[in-house]
């Protein structure tokens, strides 16, 4: 079965550009057919999913920003975006992103510390 640490590799490495947003897709869509189709989990909709994202100050500890977004709109936000991000060839970066995230993961995606401006900016799938 394919888990959502090995997707998080394969994107960490797209983002690292160590490989190309097509191989990734190729990569994921490998994983997909070696797990096969049934999954003894069932998938949860992206209507009650959501992608909650956190910014904290590392100053004084504060939340400055906490943004809960539901999956349906990250979803219909990636499909317009790679109509508008011409640097995405043929928007395969946005369906691999598209892909992972319609896959039952859930947890942290994203752990970004920003010495510059004191910040601490985390992205979870729930």
Do not use: C, W
Not at 18 to 40: D, F, H, M, P, V
């Amino acid at each position: 079965m394919v888990t959502s640490e090995e997707r998080m590799k394969i994107l960490k490495m797209i983002s690292e550009e160590k490989i190309t947003a097509e191989e990734g897709a190729q990569l994921l869509t490998a994983l997909s057919q070696r797990s096969g189709k049934n999954k003894a989990e069932p998938r949860r909709n992206l209507a009650s999913r959501m992608l909650r994202v956190r910014v904290t100050d590392m100053g004084s500890g504060k939340t400055k920003v906490h943004v809960n977004v539901p999956m349906r709109l990250v979803d219909a936000g990636l499909s317009i975006a790679s109509q508008y991000a011409p640097e995405m060839e043929n928007g395969q970066m946005m369906d691999a992103i598209k892909e992972a995230l319609s896959e039952n993961m859930s947890g942290k995606i994203v752990d970004v510390i920003d010495e510059e401006d004191g910040e601490h900016v985390e992205i979870f799938i729930e």
